[in-house]
């Protein structure tokens, strides 16, 4: 059907169809109704009806139609407009039999649809001598007459059409409508057109306002079609209004669906759901007009509106450091297995699932989680990453959930923002998930599944938009089995797995490693001549029968180590095999039995499990004093990370 603009200015137009004796009874009534609305009268029939109504609608607008009989009927089903039907009553019937009966003796009453039972009734009660019949259609209405004239009928009461072909057939036709039935039905007509201006423009107006909201709004009737859509919600669909209107919701997108509110009436506030991709705020009302339920309401807020909002609110505490530096590109090695690693994390980057990222201490695992985030669609959201082992339950706790103000005695002022919330619209890499405690495990589940964040203290919960990419060196499952970590948490973030081999099963990878690293080392020293390639060589050489249990880190250290230590007179000459033996003397030790597996890593294996507890305490104070209490360099000597540093005092009780 075409759309029409809505006639909401002017004087109320009605359109009173009818032909022969209706239209003439039409002309006559119309002029008494000039001062409430203007009539225009249209002699067509069917579908030339419609069209002329349809024209007039263009030209001048039209708030509704009169007709009658089968024409009537028709009408009704082929136009978006009220039409309201001429109908005989009683009197009008009596009137015309009687005029009738007083010209002829062999009457005929034909009506549109089925005969009224009473007339039938009061046709045998007073034995009159009344052919009556009915028809619903053209075809009928011939048949009908035919049979009638065939009889010796001599006057046809009935509506316009049977009266035409009656008289075509030499009987006399009398109008079966009356100026009364006619006044009635043009008296309806106005009233329903008034009231019809009155919610068009009400609708007018709502449209106005909806018009100005940013966000995106559309309601539909019960059937769940809609009946209004803002622009903001069109550009939200992509899809211009005339497209959607009449179309039921679910269908045009099931995201939206607002069928379940129709059957439910229950209302949903600000619910954070994925629409199309996009994270976004949606609630969904049911519209309920005294006491009933007339449709229902889906409001949809603009999310970059709402994201630009929420970001300059959540980073008002936010560091500013959140972002991830490296991409893939920075995962150096061209074996087939760190080849098999990108493209992996590729994969994982073009999805929004949970990636858990599984090696050794020092493959590269965070390096991995930052390339994945950077290569994804949020790289320009920030990246927050928190290892899970540095810090004892309660810190961690507070670190990643947040808390409200006077959560606990010394929590600051104005609450505390957690790292869920600071990496809210972007990634969180948790490292080191197998050392979370268990409590903290389940509150994590529900951060999954839920998507909110419940800081300490507070009792209602923030929605996060959060990518996460966890990390362990552990044997997850294993952990399930003994007890130590959730299953169903286990099952959450065993999505997509990435595992990053040990530099030992890639030895092939270390000339360009060991090349880059010493680029990378010599850089931030700020003394590019250290970045000498006889130093790569020697330990490329030196390191092919080498374990690497501290891995990639590792290297990094040894390389760095090998070029501050060397001494300033030797620099700028190759490197010998007695300074290296002198500065990296583990490079040529017996394979130790440092091989990783058992799900105790080679780090952790080595050196310092080949220690007992007093010498590890020893050599743990040692380092911290020789590197004046900084951990960062403690770690540096000893060859370890910060982390398994972090672990090893806790273990001494040192931390
Ligand atoms: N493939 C690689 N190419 C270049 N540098 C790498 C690569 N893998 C790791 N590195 C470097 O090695 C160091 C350790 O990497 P990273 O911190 O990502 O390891 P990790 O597995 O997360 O360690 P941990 O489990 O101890 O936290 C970093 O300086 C990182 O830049």
Redesign the pocket.
Known sequence: MTPYPPNTSGRLRIVAVGFHGLRTLLEDVAPSYAGAAEVAVLDRIYDDAVQGIADLRQTMGVDAVVAAGSNGSFLRDHLDLPVVLVKPDGFDVMQELARAASRSRRIALVTYGAVPPQLQRFNERFGLQIEIRAYDGEAQAEACVDELAAMGIETVVAPGLVVDLARARGMEGLLLYSQGAVREAMAAAIDIARVARQEGARREKLNTILAQLKDGVVAVDPDERIETVNPAMEAFIGRPAEQLIGQRLSSVNGELSLAQTLRTGVSEVEQVQQVSGRTTVVTRLPIVEQGRQTGAVLVCQDPLVIQRLDRSLRSRSRPPSHHAK?GLA????ESEA?RAVRRRAHSCAQSTATVLVV??????????AQGIHNASARHAQPFVAI?CAAFPESLLESELFGYVEGAFTGSSRGGKVGLFEAAHTGTIFL??IGEMPLSLQTRLLRVLQEREVLRIGATVPTPVDLRVIA?T?RDLARQVREGAFRQDLYYRLNILVVR?PPLRERHGDLPL?AR??AEKIALRLGERSLADESIVQAVVQAGRHYAWPG???EL?NLIERIMVFREPEARGRPITQSELRDIAPELFMQPSSAKGGNGVTAEEAWPANALQPDEERRALLAALEAAGGNREQAAKRLGI?R??LWRRLRRQSLA
């Open positions: 490296y920075n995962l150096v090695g760190l090696g050794e201490s020092g493959t590269g695992k965070e390096l991995l290892n490292d080191e990390a060196h990053l490693l880059h690293l891995n990639i880190r990094e990370s982390t398994t």
